[in-house]
């Protein structure tokens, strides 16, 4: 009795770990999601910003000149508004200039996180892993401790477990042969003809998955 109230121990704790990664497992799925969401928001509100920045001052409605009445004044003015296009340009190339830095650093701290969340999620898998072996241990376990028992006493052992883990004691009697797993049905069925019922019918729904 000991060592089966140990091993009920074990595949709780196992099971509720699992649980808790699987949650978390969700958790990195939902945080790499948001994370290329949030890169790809930002680089379009930066690419949003720098096509109304830059342009809009630069005046492209000059008139055409006439060459027959150029003067001085006139080429100074033409000068000067050549200038001021080519600061107006010399701006908008500043600025996509810093723009492209700012994505590069947006990018790279994304790129990071999303590195660690990979491994995070890659470390996760492995404890999922880990833990469904041993839980799969743990139930062959107790397997081979029912299958040593006289049916009468199994079969009021899995009484009271029915009560607290309807689950795993559907498990058990699947992993036993299916002579032993008979008898323990039958003996069940003496004492509590409703649990044997019950019990019948969570392993015809548990065969179908």
């Known amino acids: 009795m000991v060592n089966m109230k140990i091993t009920f121990g074990y595949i709780k704790k196992y099971s509720q770990t699992s649980a808790i990664l699987f949650l978390l497992m969700t958790v990195i799925i939902v945080g790499l999601s948001i994370h290329k969401f ?9 690419e949003t910003q720098d096509i109304n920045t830059g ?12 060459k027959e009445n150029l003067s001085i004044d006139v080429l100074v003015e033409l000068m000067k508004s050549l200038k001021l296009r080519e600061e107006k340009i010399k701006t908008r190339e500043e600025n996509l200039l810093v ?16 590195k660690k969340l990979a491994q995070l999620r890659t470390d996760v898998e492995s404890l999922l892993k880990n833990l469904k072996e041993k839980e799969i241990a743990a139930q062959k376990n107790l397997v081979k401790l029912y299958s040593a028992m006289k049916p009468d006493n199994a079969a009021n052992a899995l009484k009271e477990l029915w ?5 795993l004691v559907v498990v058990i009697l699947n992993m036993m042969r299916g002579r032993e797993a008979g008898k323990v049905l039958d003996s069940i069925a ?10 019948t019918q969570e392993m015809k729904i548990w065969n179908k998955k």
């Open 190 to 199: 003496l004492a509590d003809p409703v649990i044997t019922a019950e019990i």
């Open 38 to 46: 949030a890169f790809s928001a930002q680089e379009q509100n930066l």
């Open 55 to 66: 342009y809009e001052d630069i005046d492209n409605s000059a008139k055409p000149v006439d």
């Open 99 to 114: 723009r492209e830095e700012r994505l590069n650093v947006i990018e790279d701290g994304l790129s990071e996180e999303m």
């Open 163 to 167: 009560i607290k883990d309807r689950l």
